[in-house]
């Protein structure tokens, strides 16, 4: 099974603040590399697929990079609504396999 | 509007049995593979099960193989999780999510029902 770390497991920010989570594959995924959003209660929301491409309605704010086996999500400038836990997940090869979750806290 | 709504979660006992479904509308369900990814009580995402559009292919986590059985019925829209011998591990909320064209490859879940809550206590 493909092994998916997320760092850091949790942080906390401002409004304004520029946030990065990372993500790293145990082998190569090529870009089958997702990022979701979910906030307490709630079902996940599909964020960036694809690695890098922002999924129809998302704030552009939000941007993902990498490829291979390291990832990144971005989001350029925290909002209010952006406080919530964030999940990698792969869908290269089944099992498919999410990272542990980021929570992003604020500060 | 994609709407995806899950039943049939409730409290069982542990070796017994439950058959979730997922009633789909809004979008041509047998042209998506589906999935269901499961969520215990403060705990991370777990990736269940996979069924491609025609319900050919299915796919399973290893704690789960043998015991679950994904399946679909494209004539109602509905996919189901058909889970047997439950253990107390088991405890989750269930969601079903709408895949791409195939179970794995560059696509994301892009919805996801609500979930539904099985405990699996004596």
């Known amino acids: 099974d493909i092994q998916m770390t997320q760092s850091p497991s949790s942080l906390s920010a401002s409004v304004g603040d520029r946030v990065t989570i990372t993500c790293r594959a145990s082998?190569?995924?090529?870009?089958?590399l997702n990022w979701y959003q979910q906030k307490p209660g709630k079902a996940p929301k599909l964020l960036i697929y694809?690695?890098?491409s922002l999924q129809s309605g998302v704030p552009s704010r939000y941007s993902g990079s990498g490829s291979g086996t390291d990832f990144t999500l971005t989001i350029s400038s925290l909002q209010p609504e952006d406080f919530a836990t964030y999940f990698c997940?792969?869908?290269?090869?089944?099992?498919?396999?999410f990272g542990q979750g980021t929570r992003v806290e604020i500060k | 509007e994609v709407q995806l709504l899950e039943s049939g979660g409730g409290l069982v006992q542990p070796g017994g049995s439950l058959r979730l479904s997922c009633a789909a509308s809004?979008?041509?369900?047998?042209?998506?593979?589906m999935s269901w990814v499961r969520q215990a009580p403060g705990k991370g995402l777990e990736w269940v099960s996979g069924?491609?559009?025609?319900?050919?292919?299915?796919y399973y986590a290893d704690s789960v193989k043998g015991r679950f059985t994904i399946s679909r019925d494209n004539s109602k829209n509905t996919l189901y999780l058909q889970m047997n011998s439950l253990r107390a591990e088991d405890t989750a909320v269930f969601h079903c999510?709408?895949?791409?064209?195939?179970?794995?490859?560059?696509?994301?879940?892009?919805?996801w029902g609500q979930g539904a809550l099985v405990t699996v206590s004596s």
């Open positions: 694809a690695a890098s």
């Open positions: 082998r190569s995924i090529r870009s089958s």
């Open positions: 069924i491609t559009g025609s319900g050919g292919n299915t």
């Open positions: 809004g979008f041509t369900f047998s042209s998506y593979a």
């Open positions: 997940q792969q869908s290269y090869s089944t099992p498919q396999t």
């Open positions: 999510a709408k895949g791409g064209p195939t179970v794995f490859g560059a696509f994301g879940f892009d919805y």
